[in-house]
T-cell receptor, first 117, second 112 residues
Framework: EAQVTQNPRYLITVTGKKLTVTCSQN?????MSWYRQDPGLGLRQIYY???????DKGDVPEGYKVSRKEKRNFPLILESPSPNQTSLYFC????????????????FGEGSRLTVL | GENVEQHPSTLSVQEGDSAVIKCTYS??????FPWYKQELGKGPQLIID?????GEKKDQRIAVTLNKTAKHFSLHITETQPEDSAVYFC???????????FGAGTRLFVKA
């Protein structure tokens, strides 16, 4: 079954304690992206990756890091989480390529709800 | 910067009625406009999309219209059913970049 898998689905942590949210897709997609969803703000892009070792900032990258060492995995790293990073996070992948960079369906994971105390 | 405004934020309709959600985008270079449906506890899922060379697209009970001059696009759901209850997001993206800008979402309630 084609899917995007995120872990953990739920996490409560404390300020400053480094954490990683993993994301894996089995569709051989080149494009992967992270979004955060907050009430009244919709989905805002944090980082995206067009391919292995190619990543770039989205609209709200502050406080986050990503890496893309393998095509299927795109972890989101919070080096020193703060309460304003409490949010619902979604990873997505797409078959969009450098030839059609902005079109193509985004396949989303089921979300990771993070609470930073 | 680029922006997508979506209205209304909440919409309640009776089963069988139609629902309309409207979005306005700011970047005139945008050429791809997808709509996503998010059910409770799930990630968003694409339900329909439209490209800027098309004015309208239909898929069974859902349709999307695009007015490029006004930078405005809308989602129309006819004969609504309780399973249509969800949060709907519009989005826009342009060919110069890799971003998809989402609206704030509309929570649709369909009352049986």
């Amino acid at each position: 079954e084609a899917q995007v898998t995120q872990n953990p689905r739920y996490l409560i942590t404390v300020t400053g304690k480094k954490l990683t949210v993993t994301c894996s897709q089995n569709m051989n997609h080149e494009y992967m992206s992270w979004y955060r969803q907050d009430p009244g703000l919709g989905l805002r892009q944090i980082y995206y990756s067009m391919n292995v070792e190619v990543t770039d900032k989205g609209d709200v990258p502050e406080g986050y890091k990503v890496s893309r060492k393998e095509k299927r995995n795109f972890p989101l790293i919070l080096e020193s989480p703060s309460p304003n990073q409490t949010s619902l996070y979604f990873c997505a992948s797409s078959s969009r390529t450098s030839g059609s960079v902005n079109t193509g369906e985004l396949f989303f994971g089921e979300g990771s709800r993070l609470t930073v105390l | 910067g680029e922006n997508v405004e979506q209205h209304p934020s909440t919409l309640s309709v009776q089963e069988g009625d139609s629902a309309v959600i409207k979005c306005t985008y700011s970047d005139s270079a945008s050429n791809y406009f997808p709509w996503y449906k998010q059910e409770l506890g799930k990630g968003p899922q694409l339900i329909i999309d439209i490209r800027s060379n098309v004015g309208e697209k239909k898929d069974q009970r859902i349709a999307v219209t695009l007015n490029k001059t006004a930078k405005h696009f809308s989602l129309h759901i006819t004969e609504t059913q309780p399973e249509d209850s969800a949060v709907y997001f519009c989005a826009a993206s342009n060919p110069k970049g890799f971003k998809t800008i989402f609206g704030a979402g509309t929570r649709l309630f369909v009352k049986a």
